[in-house]
């Protein structure tokens, strides 16, 4: 099955720092197969087909303890989680000059509807949508400083998400269907 482990707050502001090439060998080394890194960020796409995603985000959180000395959360999804996810996204919601666009990933305890009830949420301003998994989340760049999101930075829930930007959350997709493509 193919799974991505999905990093939360790696090589962010000078923090936690930890090399992709030497993060690809600690998976490796854990057994996991057809392993690729994409950008600093922490996405890492793996083959397993014995443990669980809850299996394998434990055993990564210790690896990574073991081999970097960091506490860093590890979200583990399929390929059917993030096709359900990616399905879920508007095709017109895009990073560039004009317009934000980022997912949301949510840890499992937070993974209900009613999530977004804990936002503060400008409907003139924030287009938001939930899907199983995450929180899609667009709105005009013009608007960035009244934007909602500002408001979920330093927030509990903020902890209990990793944070994508639309061309990323795409790319990691793309590179789980091509994994899966692939044979031992």
Do not use: H
């Amino acid at each position: 099955m193919v799974f991505v482990a999905l990093l939360r707050g790696i090589n962010v502001g000078g923090n936690n720092k930890i090399d992709m090439k030497l993060l690809k060998g600690t998976f490796e080394g854990s057994d996991l197969k057809n392993v690729v890194t994409y950008i600093n960020t922490g996405n890492i796409i793996f083959t397993e087909d014995t443990r669980t995603a809850e299996q394998l985000s434990e055993l990564l959180e210790a690896a990574i303890l073991r081999d970097f000395g960091l506490a860093i959360k590890v979200m583990i999804r399929s390929i059917e989680k993030i096709k359900t996810i990616m399905d879920a996204l508007p095709e017109n919601w895009i990073n560039d000059s004009n317009m934000k666009s980022d997912v949301l990933y949510l840890w499992d305890d937070v993974n209900e509807q009613s999530v977004l009830e804990k936002l503060t949420i400008k409907p003139e301003i924030d287009r938001i949508i939930y899907v199983n998994g995450a929180i899609l989340w667009s709105y005009d760049k013009e608007n960035a400083g009244k934007s909602g999101m500002n408001k979920i930075v330093g927030t509990k829930l903020y902890q209990r998400v990793t944070v994508r930007n639309v061309n990323t959350a795409r790319k990691i997709y793309e590179l789980m269907k091509a994994s899966g493509n692939q044979k031992d």
